[in-house]
Structure formats: C-alpha cells, structure tokens
C-alpha cells in the first residue's frame, strides 16, 4: 500500500484520487494554492461522470443546470438535438458552476483525511525511496507521486516531457456575468478546425472557443467568439470575463509513445493528456484515471505498471479512435451532411445524444451510424467523414 502520497493539483482528478486514496487508508498532502477556480470550458458534466464522484458527494446539494437538448450550427443551418428524454439531473448532461464542484470534491477529500496545502509547488525531484516537491515555505517528501496539475503540469515537465504546441488546443473566450441561455450551442468552425459554444451555468454563461493552438492566437478566436455572441443577443449588456488555456489535443500516433507512469509517479487527467482530442472534453476521463491510480497504488507494489495497463485497455483505445476519426470531422461537407442527418433523422439524433452523454463509443460510432433505419443518410454521411 503507497502510504504517503503527495498530489500535484486540486482539481477534480487530484481530489478524486486524494478521496478514494485516503480512504483505502493512505496520509495523502495535495498542493494546490489556486483551486478551486472556474475553469474555461463548458462546464458539462456526464451522467457517466457524476456516477464516479457520487459516493463523495452523497448529501451535498450543488447548482446546476440540467440541459435537455442542444443546437448545434455550421455556417447557416442548425438542428436540435434532445440529450435525455426527461430532463433529470442523471438524465443527459449537467452543467455546473466548476468552481463549486471542484470544491465539493477538495471538500470530500480534506473530510475523508487528506491534507489540503494551498501553495504552489516550484520544483519537483526524484529522492531516494520516493520524490520531493518544494514550494516557497517547504520541502515536501512523499513515497509516491500523483502529478494532477493540468496540460501546463510542472510534474509532466520535470519527471516526463512537456506536451508540444501540436498536441495542445486552446480554449478561450468569456464568463459572461449576468446572463444566461436556456440551450447548449455549439457552432463548427472549419479554419480553424474546432467549435464555438454557449453554456448556460447557474450564475453565469460561459461562452468559449476551441481550435488547435498551431497558428491560433486567443485575442483573435476571442474576437471571432464576441461577434457570434453579440449576433446571437447572447452577452447584451453582460459583463465579460476573458479566459484563455491549453488543453491537450492527441494525435492518434501520440498514444503510442505518451508516458504517464515512472518510478514513484503518476500523471492523471489533463496531465496525462486524457482529453477527448474531437469534442476536447476530459472530466470523465481525469476522474476515471485518477480512480486506476489510486487502485494501483492500493493495490500493489507495480502500482505505476498496473496504472498504465488500465490507461491502454480503458482509455487510450476510445481517445485514439476520437483523434482518427477528428481528421475527417472539422470538413465543411461532412458538417452540413451532419446538420442535415440530425435535422431529418430521430435515429441519428439518438446517436449524437448517446455521444455527447459518454454513452456512445468512438470504436462502434460508424457501425451504429450504418445500423439506423435511415442507411442511405447514414451511408452517404459516412462516405463524406473520412476520419
């Protein structure tokens, strides 16, 4: 059993990891002096998701938003897309304030016995028997290592390599203070290759843009994002919060060599680089990989080999198919063809639902596509999607 353990990050794949370490009996320390924070992203959180934190969040009430449906646009057309047939918090897709569900879950943790040391870690370095973090008041020693500090991860820099600009994608746009929607939106955008969104959270609406960070600048992307808002009436009066961050974005080749496991440590979440690379969501699959490295270090002595098998079963397998499969979605044909098949067809509507929930794999994605009723579209949109 890894009985000490320190924690890079506070978010929630460092919290959820801290949780269920501790309570397998673990003196786990997390640094962090900026969580919890909102973060720049949608805010969406799965039903598959929220499953894995519930036993932590048992009697905590948080905000939300339930979303029902979604509308998603590309050049002039749009469709709607119903995400659960009732609209249940477990039902399709909740969105939440980030920073209160970052904090029930840091909450949940420092509760079950972890240590929260709100500081920053400076510098982190291989000691005999285990690892060693400085932060400006101390030198922290721990057996084991769990960097949970997102795609700018200090622990990825130090104990693996950093991502490069090509496997990254930024993530810019608004907090829009004093508004709200009653949909999710999300527009494709083409040049370059990402999609522009608007979700409704409980106090505000946050509005983004996300593109591959090659050659993307945010200043302009948040410009591009602040035209379709003032067009759409969405920030009327608002006032905005400018947000800008990386986010890993890998390629399929990627998958092949990334390393998340050494002696004594352990990348999850965004450290990893455990981001979907076509939709660039990633809370359900930090929480899933900081579930198999507390189980690893639990479990066994082999604790960082055990984590990177269940990396390549569970997870690299479905976010190589997502990078495959991304080459040929951001294509101005297969996106109208899209709107189109969605417009028309309750079937394909269902799988698109199933998609953006977590229910719907990337690995069956085209063999559901085929098996509608509707194989003419189905055929014809798949013939264009040469991912």
């Avoid at 600009?165 to 290759?193: C, K, M, N, W």
Wanted: charged share 20%; with cysteine.
């Amino acid at each position: 059993m890894a009985d000490d353990v320190a924690i890079v990050g506070a978010g929630p794949a460092g919290a959820w990891a801290a949780w269920r370490l501790t309570r397998l009996g673990a003196r786990v320390t997390i640094f962090d002096g900026s969580h919890p924070r909102e973060k720049p992203c949608g805010g969406g959180v799965t039903k598959r998701a929220l499953d894995l934190v519930r036993p932590a969040l048992a009697g905590v009430s948080l905000p939300s938003v339930t979303i029902a449906a979604a509308r998603f646009e590309v050049d002039d057309i749009s469709a709607d897309v119903p995400l659960a047939e009732d609209p249940r918090p477990d039902g399709g897709l909740a969105v939440f304030s980030r920073a209160a569900f970052d904090a029930a879950l840091l909450d949940a943790a420092v509760r079950a016995g972890a240590t929260h040391v709100p500081d920053r870690v400076t510098d982190v370095n291989m000691a005999p028997g285990g690892v060693e973090l400085r932060t400006a008041a101390r030198v922290h020693r721990a057996a084991w290592l769990i960097g949970a500090d997102g795609a700018n991860s200090l622990v990825r820099r130090r104990l693996a390599r950093p991502f490069a600009r090509s496997q990254l994608s930024v993530a810019t746009g608004y907090f829009v203070h004093g508004a709200s929607a009653p949909e999710i939106v999300v527009r494709f955008e083409t040049d370059p290759s990402g999609y522009i969104w608007s979700f409704p959270r409980p106090d505000h609406l946050a509005l983004g843009i996300c593109a591959e960070a090659n050659g993307a600048q945010p200043g302009p992307l948040r410009a591009r994002v602040a035209k379709w808002a003032s067009r759409r009436g969405l920030a009327t009066g608002a006032r905005l919060q400018p947000y800008s961050w990386p986010i890993p974005s890998l390629r399929t080749s990627d998958w092949e060599h990334e390393r998340a496991t050494g002696e004594r440590w352990i990348l999850v979440g965004d450290a990893a680089g455990l981001v979907d690379p076509l939709t660039r969501e990633g809370i359900f699959f930090a929480l899933q990989s900081a579930e198999f490295a507390a189980d690893a270090l639990g479990a066994a002595r082999d604790g960082p080999r055990m984590y990177e098998a269940h990396l390549r079963s569970a997870i690299y397998g479905e976010l190589s198919h997502a990078a495959r499969l991304k080459a040929g979605f951001y294509q101005r044909p297969f996106l109208r063809l899209l709107i189109e098949a969605l417009t028309h067809s309750a079937r394909v509507r269902g799988v698109m639902a199933d998609l953006i929930a977590g229910r719907q794999p990337y690995a069956t994605l085209k063999r559901r596509l085929l098996a509608t009723l509707e194989f003419g579209l189905a055929w014809q949109l798949l013939k264009t999607w040469r991912g």
